[in-house]
């Protein structure tokens, strides 16, 4: 499986952008996902997951009530809608499997968001 992550830019706080992350291969739908960050300097960090075929969807705290993860296993895609951006919210964002080590899937060249103050 290839993931390619789309969708990202430079917006200032308070902006939205709606990240894409389109995979290949036939089992993608019956997998969990999940959207990851990496900040400058700071390690990798789960963001948002969602379970397989229209089960539950999970958020790190500090995103929680403005980032929305939803995927359409039709296109083999999930989806970050990201509402209320915070300049703190800018980093590289990946999407994988549920776990990050060791990782479902290799890494994807990720998309890059950055919010201004």
């Known amino acids: 499986v290839q993931l390619v992550e789309s969708g990202g830019g430079s917006v200032q706080a308070g902006g939205s952008l709606r990240l894409s992350c389109a995979a290949s291969g036939s089992s993608f739908s019956i997998k969990a996902m999940a959207w990851y960050r990496q900040a400058p300097g700071r390690q990798r960090e789960l963001v948002a997951s969602i379970a397989s075929k229209g089960g539950g969807t999970g958020y790190a705290a500090s995103v929680k009530g403005r980032f929305t993860i939803s995927r359409d296993d039709a296109k083999n895609t999930i989806y970050l809608q990201m509402n209320s951006l915070k300049p703190e919210d800018t980093a590289v964002y990946y999407c994988?499997?549920?776990?990050?080590?060791?990782?479902?899937?290799?890494w994807g060249q990720g998309t890059q968001v950055t919010v201004s103050s």
């Open positions: 994988n499997g549920p776990n990050m080590n060791p990782a479902l899937y290799s």
